[in-house]
């Protein structure tokens, strides 16, 4: 479990105070989105939970150790792995190999251990051909599985990913959000940041940030649900949930609170009868 | 991308070799070449160019890591056969200058040398991948760990260097992109505006790059580096061609040496 209690972080020397009394729980195994308008204090969120960020007062703890406990940091970077916005300015090694062995060689595991959590990591991202390519020469997707590979190497219990989708075409897209899917569903907890509405409807739970502070906090129904409270901080709402607000305002007699394609096509099928899929 | 003199991959005795042989086999001939008689010099640059040969590598390409040298290579030649006194073969009208038996042979041992040393160097680069070359530079630099010297960090700021100079490059484009982009055109500016250009482009990507270096230490950081002993995914192993390789070397040089000292 992952506990922030009221969490206040400043930026010096600009005094710009980025989290504002956060509380929070995270259990383990859970996907969890983490959205908001930019600059409300996602990515500073993320950095304190495998202790990048120290908060300037108030309580971080990982697996029952506290951030600021400076004797529990490589225990606490080996429980949440970190994957950055920009995958290029993560990526430490010249091969694929290298640099998801960049973990476990900081761990200090002997070179037959390396050698086996590399396999095991490029599988589980699926792109054991790329093993000794140089990372100069994959595309920005490929990239971002190898971010990702080098954070499961240190065998996480929670992965943070701030906008893993960024500036990914949608074949890209797809491929990253299918295997931080697959983690989730391997039991591997997810803190996900992202401004796409249909990313964040498609996890459990979905936490809104705004100035820093929790704005609000629920399943994507229930925060779905919420538009006024999301449109007052410059919210979108997911297509699909957009699309049946504009039905209802034509007359038509469809639930709001819908989040994902089945559900959708449910209701718009109830109001025509004649949908097939 | 291809950098000059970056690793390219392939399979042949030389790319087999342990990386600490290498490393040591080129700074061993290296010395040799500068210290021996031209004559075993120009012997061991024979040995050179045939295991460049049989590295599978092409000429094409050792060719094209040699080209950006050429102006140098001329210039010490010339320098050499120039102005070196001897039996005059041929007088130059300008300056006083006379092309001699003397300055030609010394010239040309000279040239011999630096391209031998270029060739060992290209040979090294271009079968070595950067992650051997750190292994093997690790590797002989550990006993300076006696005195405190920080080994491992010298490694992976090696490993870093490396790894930033193609972003630096990229980093460059970019910039240079942006410019041309808001109809920056330096080819029809003067000499003021050029340098001016050049001041705001290196400020421009020196800032970038420190940005992403901060970056980098950060996701290294949240990757669990800290400064001190590493393990490593780079097993060094010596197999029994490496053996054979070493004792040919060892042999050839104690030849050589003997050599040098009877025609000494």
Redesign the interface.
Known sequence: MIILEDVYYKYEPEGIEALRGVSLQIREGEHLALIGPNGCGKTTLI?HL?A?LLPTSGKVTVGGFNTNDPTH??DI??LV??V?Q?P????????V??DV???????????VE??KR?AEALIRVGISELACRN???LSGGEKRLVAIA??LA?RPRYIALDEPAAFLDPTATKRVLDIIDRLHFEGVGIIHITHNMAEAALTQRIVVMNEGRVYLDGTPREIFGKIDMLKQIGMQLPQITELLIKLKESGFSVRTDIVNMEDALEQIRSITGKIKV | ?YYTGSFIKGQSLVYNLDPRIKLAATICLSVFILWVKPLIAFVIGIALFCAALASGIRLRTFAQAIKPLLFFIVLIFLVHALFNEGETLVSIPFFGLSLSYAGLQKGFFVVWRFLCLIIAAILLTLTT???QMIAAIKYFLKPLKLLRVPVDDIAVMI??A??LM??LLTEKERVETAQKARGYNLRQSGFVVRIKAFLSLTLTVLLGVFR?AD??A?????????RG???????LKLTSSDYLVLIFLGVFLVIFVALNSHFG
């Open positions: 950095r495998n990048l940091q490589a970077r080996s792995g970190m950055f920009n290029d300015n993560q990526i430490v090694g010249m091969t190999e290298e062995a960049f973990g476990p060689e900081n761990l200090r595991l002997p070179t390396i050698k590399v990372i100069e020469n080098g954070v240190m | 991308m991948t950067p992650s490993m870093l490396l790894r193609p972003i992403r970056e980098l950060l996701a290294m950081e949240a990757r669990n580096y800290q002993e590493r393990t490593s995914l780079m097993e």
